[in-house]
């Protein structure tokens, strides 16, 4: 039986997203609303992670996203093209505090340990077509 996966995502407000989601659309949209993926956990059981996530969420405060350009993740398979998100205070500290807890549930790109994580906004599976779609857009 294959082991369950769970991740925790960062949904965008409307105004951001809004950006984001035509240039998704343009790609033919593989993913699903705009968001930042936060934490992908194997090995624990969802109802600890959702109720974990909810007590989270209930003390932290909105904060801004800047998107600032496109860059390829190679640290998958198939490779993905990202929109990439100003790493600012508040980014990294929400997701160093999240990884207080669980995080050695945390598959290896999204643990605050070894500090690998890489913020980004998915939009498509990477192809030439689809990089020359990002580039003559232009909108992040």
Not at 12 to 26: H, M, N, S, Y
Not at 69 to 89: C, D, F, K, Q, T
Request: net charge negative; proline share 6%.
């Amino acid at each position: 039986m294959m082991e369950k996966k769970i991740v925790v995502c960062m949904l965008l407000d409307r105004e951001t997203a809004g950006v984001i989601e035509p240039l998704q659309v343009k790609l033919g949209r593989p993913f699903p609303s705009a968001h930042i993926t936060i934490a992908t956990y194997m090995g624990i059981e969802s109802d600890i992670i959702l109720e974990y996530t909810r007590k989270f969420c209930q003390s932290h405060s909105k904060f801004n996203v800047e998107y600032v350009g496109v860059g390829v993740l190679l640290n998958g398979e198939p490779p993905l093209i990202y929109a990439v998100p100003r790493m600012n205070s508040e980014l990294f500290e929400m997701h160093k505090e999240f990884h207080q807890e669980y995080d050695e549930y945390c598959t290896g790109f999204t643990s605050l340990h070894p500090h690998t994580w890489t913020p980004h906004t998915s939009l498509s599976v990477y192809s030439k077509e689809a990089m020359e779609i990002c580039v003559e857009t232009s909108v992040i």
